[in-house]
């Protein structure tokens, strides 16, 4: 999941999280600081979209 604030670069996102499901994700709320499960970002206006990777055949 990507995020962007109005303010910011057009296509700079400002934070980056994993969503794990159940309406939760994997963040490093800032740098240095603990990885962390949570929320409360999923409701937040500044989602830019997310994306889903797959593995290929090697």
Known sequence: M???S?????G???HVGVYIGNGKMV???DVGLT???S???LD???YAGAARFT???A
């Open 2 to 4: 990507f995020f962007h």
């Open 6 to 10: 109005a303010g910011d670069t057009p």
């Open 12 to 14: 700079f996102m400002h």
């Open 27 to 29: 963040e490093a709320p």
């Open 35 to 37: 990885v962390r499960i």
């Open 39 to 41: 929320s409360h970002v």
């Open 44 to 46: 937040s206006s500044e």
């Open 55 to 57: 593995p290929t055949a």
